[in-house]
């Protein structure tokens, strides 16, 4: 009875923790929807669509003639007697005027619009890059704190047996008061890193509080190391970075600039101005026959003769602007190169130095730290170097989950430069 009473409790408590689990897994935040959660609410992502559209829209506009003129009027009315058909040239008119832009100035300026157009689509490209690394940067260091948590409550455990340790060997006048004191000491530094931790805790998740929304970021985030895309050769990243966004910006820009002398050369053209006008009038000839209407035609032009102090300066000034994107483009893209080339070392010799820490370091902290406990309790060892060890261990590990993190931030900084699919 007793035992069939056991394996019912047993079987609720199981029940109990899987229900417990699967809630706490239906709480826990990861990686990828908070990257989706930080562009679906980044505003300047936003902001730049809506300004392509803006300018796409517009670049229709600029391709499109002005609006043509409606011209109404009374022509030769006489005052004495206000009477339409006293005098022969008295004329009701109706016409209508057509501006004709210079030369090909209207599709240039539309050219011109939708490479602006072009250029924002490529910040909010590069926006949504950003915000995508900055979310996994923020996260990161966020999961960095959360395992140093894990990290250091666990090695409490160890400090705090090591205080009991050094009470019950000093108790059986194995060992001095000192060592007693010491470890308490050693127990009391490690509370402090917790206060320090818990800090850092905070800390990250303003940041993640600032991408995601505050009641997202209270979610516990999942504790597993992400997944990112793999990195390929150097010599493929550097071709990617051809497609940057930042660079494809700056490429939309030159080409506008481009436009822009185009445009100036349109100044040297002349504009049109077409006016059609019908006039009407009322009475009737000497031999008694009605007044014929009148039909006019005209063309007005202007004729830019004297260009030294504007059509000249206008070109001048557009091909120095031209010359101006030309180089912010050359140096962004140095300045992309550079990133990518330091990111990418950095990320193979962090690479090196996390086999290290898992292949080597971190056991023989372990072992070491085994070893200086081992021989304390022996009366083999002192208890300097056991607390040494066990410092050593706690730092060891620390260091391999920092640099751990710090990888993954290289990796997504890489991300950010070369793209992902």
Excluded: C
């Excluded at 699967?22 to 929807?33: F, G, K």
């Excluded at 140093?148 to 090591?162: G, Y």
């Excluded at 470890?183 to 993640?208: C, F, H, P, W």
């Excluded at 992309?336 to 902290?365: C, G, I, N």
């Amino acid at each position: 009875m007793k035992q069939s009473m056991f394996y019912r409790t047993l079987m609720l408590v199981s029940a109990l923790s899987l229900i417990l689990i699967n809630v706490s897994n239906a709480e826990e935040l990861s990686l990828s929807e908070a990257e989706s959660i930080a562009l679906d609410n980044d505003p300047l992502v936003k902001s730049y669509q809506s300004r392509t559209s803006a300018l796409k829209a517009k670049a229709i506009a600029d391709d499109t003639l002005p609006d043509p003129k409606l011209k109404l009027g009374l022509m030769n009315f006489p005052t004495d007697t206000y009477r339409r058909d006293q005098e022969p040239m008295t004329q009701v008119q109706v016409g209508i005027q057509q501006m004709i832009p210079r030369g090909s100035s209207l599709e240039i300026k539309s050219r011109r619009t939708n490479f602006m157009a072009d250029a924002e689509s490529a910040k909010a490209d590069n926006q949504y890059r950003k915000v995508r690394q900055q979310v996994r940067e923020v996260w990161l260091e966020a999961l960095y704190w959360e395992q140093a948590l894990r990290v250091v409550k666990q090695n409490r455990i160890l400090f705090k047996r090591l205080v009991n340790t050094t009470r019950s060997q000093y108790a059986s006048g194995r060992h001095r008061q000192q060592d007693v004191v010491r470890a308490q000491l050693e127990l009391g530094m490690v509370d402090d890193r917790l206060y320090k931790i818990q800090n850092m805790i905070d800390t990250s998740r303003a940041k993640l509080s600032r991408l995601l929304g505050e009641d997202i970021s209270k979610k516990e985030i999942a504790v597993d190391f992400p997944v990112f895309p793999e990195i390929v050769a150097k010599s493929i990243l550097s071709q990617s970075i051809d497609e940057h966004p930042l660079l494809k910006m700056q490429q939309a820009m030159l080409s506008a600039s481009e436009q822009g002398v185009a445009m100036a050369r349109q100044g040297y053209k002349p504009s049109w101005m077409v006016d059609l006008t019908y006039g009407a009038r009322d009475g009737n000839n000497p031999n008694g026959s009605p007044r014929a209407d009148f039909a006019s035609a005209m063309v007005m032009l202007d004729i830019p003769l004297f260009t030294g102090n504007r059509q000249d300066k206008y070109l001048a000034a557009s091909q120095a602007e031209r010359q101006s994107a030309i180089l912010v483009r050359e140096d962004k893209k140095r300045d992309l190169k550079q990133q990518l080339d330091d990111a990418y070392a950095t990320w193979q010799r962090l690479e090196e130095r996390l086999q290290h820490y898992h292949d080597y370091l971190v056991p023989k902290a372990k072992e070491n730290a085994t070893a200086s406990l081992h021989a304390y309790q022996s009366d083999r060892g002192d208890f300097t170097a056991l607390m040494r060890a066990q410092i050593t261990e706690l730092e060891t590990l620390l260091s391999a989950i920092r640099i751990r993190v710090d990888y993954k931030k290289t990796q997504a900084k890489l991300l950010y430069l070369s793209g992902e699919k």
